[in-house]
């Protein structure tokens, strides 16, 4: 039987990396495509570029805390952010659905203005598209990025260290299942919304106390889990998180123990992850809590050089087990 594709070949988990690997890092690979970052940093006159790609299919369309149109602009702002570039400018291209209402457009097209004042990139170039009803499901965006990386700032997830922290800049899982409760139609009280936000002036005044930063990453799709095992991959490290460490908001971790749900692989849009030198974890924790977007930043665990590409979560209980990459497909479609 030949194979397909499946939604969980989307899901950023295991299926997602085997189709990376397999159908395009094999036929295309290149020494900037081979560090499988969130952006290629390109070698120009006077310094480097950070470059970025990404499309957002996201559905619903508009959600508590966002839409598909902030999402677009905070998804490429942090993957350049997190590759150590300062976002400068950003292209934006629709496919739109025939029979989309004018007004969603023009309210989706506020928000991306809103989020790119407060990114403070621009938006230089453009494209859109029309297709048939019945086959973009209303919207769907494509955005790349251009941002200029910070003379002496390296970081990759191939630069972790063995006595690195790691540093979370906030509760988990809040953006998947903000669309998992609107998607379902689940009511729930609480302060149930998407994390979606742009990060750069947050990183900006990390790099600022620690330009010795080893590697960030946001950690959407597929969760933390997943970002944590790709790093340790990356680097051949290992990793011990503790589970008491993790912030989970208290309605997030309510509807993940209704659902039998794991927050550690829901996708997050607002967030962070940091490796660090341990001595620097003090002053970035204090940068970072005085941000709205770091507030509740922890350091969440250490990387070791035992079990080299794994990841170790210490229970509550003194117990350890494998926290594995996501294998399934929790929630397709969620950015």
């Known amino acids: 039987m030949e194979e397909r594709i499946l939604m969980a070949h989307g899901s950023g988990g295991k ?9 395009f890092a094999s036929k295309l690979d290149n020494q900037w495509l081979s560090r499988m970052d969130d952006a290629a940093v390109i070698d120009c006159a006077g310094g480097q570029l950070a470059f970025t790609t ?3 299919v996201v559905t619903p369309l508009f959600f508590p805390g966002g839409d598909i149109g902030k999402l677009a602009v905070c998804g490429t702002v942090n993957d350049l952010a997190v590759s150590g570039a300062v976002p400068q400018y950003l292209s934006l291209s629709f496919i739109l659905e025939e029979g989309l209402l004018i007004a969603d457009l023009e309210r ?4 991306i203005q809103r989020t790119a004042a407060e990114a403070n990139v621009a938006i230089v170039t453009g494209d859109t598209k029309v297709v048939p009803h019945g086959k973009a499901d209303g919207i769907f965006i494509n955005t790349s990025g251009i941002g200029r990386v910070l003379p002496d700032i390296k970081v990759s997830g191939s630069n972790v260290r063995a006595g ?3 540093i979370i800049s906030g509760n988990v899982g809040d953006h998947g299942m903000t ?3 609107q998607r379902e139609g689940l009511r729930f009280d609480g302060d149930l919304a998407s994390d979606c936000a742009p990060l750069n002036a947050l990183i900006a005044d990390m790099l600022d106390v620690c330009p010795q930063m080893h590697c960030m990453r946001d950690p ?3 969760g933390v889990a997943t970002t944590l095992n790709e790093i340790a991959a990356q680097s051949g490290v290992g990793m011990l998180i503790g589970d008491d460490t993790i912030p989970v908001r208290p309605s997030v971790r309510a509807l993940c123990d209704m659902l039998g749900l794991d927050p550690l692989y829901v996708a997050n849009e607002g967030k962070l992850l940091a490796f660090a030198p341990a001595d620097a974890a003090e002053s970035l924790l204090g940068v ?3 941000s709205k977007y770091g507030r509740d930043a922890a350091v969440i665990g250490t990387v070791t050089a035992d079990n080299p590409g794994q990841v170790v979560l210490r229970t509550k209980l ?3 087990r494998i926290l594995a990459m996501l294998a399934g497909d929790i929630l397709p479609r969620i950015c």
């Open 318 to 320: 003194g117990t350890s």
């Open 54 to 56: 990404d499309s957002y």
């Open 288 to 290: 970072m809590h005085a």
């Open 108 to 111: 989706v097209i506020d928000s």
């Open 164 to 166: 690195d922290a790691i």
């Open 15 to 23: 299926l997602s990396h085997e189709l990376i690997t397999q159908c």
């Open 220 to 222: 959407t799709r597929g």
């Open 179 to 181: 669309i998992m409760a």
